[in-house]
DNA sequence: GCCCAGGTATAAA
DNA sequence: TTTATACATGGG
């Protein structure tokens, strides 16, 4: 099924699904295909429309997922007044919205970022989908949870994702036995939410902000990942500015100017 | 070969 | 309480 959904002229879909929230999307000429909630997705932006195909056919779902009701613009002058490189930042990664994933599949893949690069964090989710997810044409799922619980860490030998193997069973454990329990978190503070996350082994203030962030949605997370402490050791004088309420969205700007200008922080 | 990457746990000071 | 080090792996 096709469906086309409208769209504000801001939002930019390549912007959005390439700025380091998520890692499975990938772009093949003008269309991106991924996986969620388990359905082959393809999507792409005709005609100023949002075109996306999948088994998935509810309009406000998708809404949902690409965040179209959020308006990103009105904060533009709340971000301009944390001065000049906010402004810049803002401005050039304009369009980026922040999705709803799956928190699980957020949470995992920000434990298999710790300590590690891009390209080499892609590579070690594809092959735990290859190895533990189900096969969808030509792409796999992310595996769930409740499978994962059930293996040794011997048994992820085949991602290659080396000291991270075991914090990823211990994530799934967790969350399938509740001690983690995903939907409380939905209704607790930031604050409790995010103590409540780093119960689990290898979740640190930096993942659970990710995931927070990334994963539940909370605009008041604010991850802070090295780049990050670049940025605010140069350009801001102490390293605890409050950037307020949407400081998760200052966060994502200034993550990716800061790595689109490596050449500032030498 | 060496360096380092969307950090965190653990040991040592 | 703060600071140092190991951690698995592979791209640059």
Redesign the pocket.
Known sequence: MVINLTIEKSFDLDKTLD???CFRWYKKSDTWFGVVSGNLTKVKIENNFLQIESEITNKKFWRSYFDLEFDYEKLIPYFSKFGSVLIKAVSENRGIHILNQNPWETLCS?II?????????K?IINRFCENFGEKLGGIYSFPDYKLIAKLKIEDL?PI?????S?YIIDAARKIFNLEVDFEKIKTMNTCDALCAL?K?????????A?TML?GFHRFDCF?V????KKVIEKYFKNLDVDFGKYRGLI??YL?NWS?SHPELFK
């Open positions: 700025c380091g929230q920000f970022s710790q300590n590690n690069n891009i390209p080499r964090i590579s030998e290659k994702a080396g000291f991270r075991k780093q689990i082994n290898g979740v640190g203030p930096k993942v659970a990710c990334y991850p990942d090295v780049w990050i966060q994502i993550f790595r």
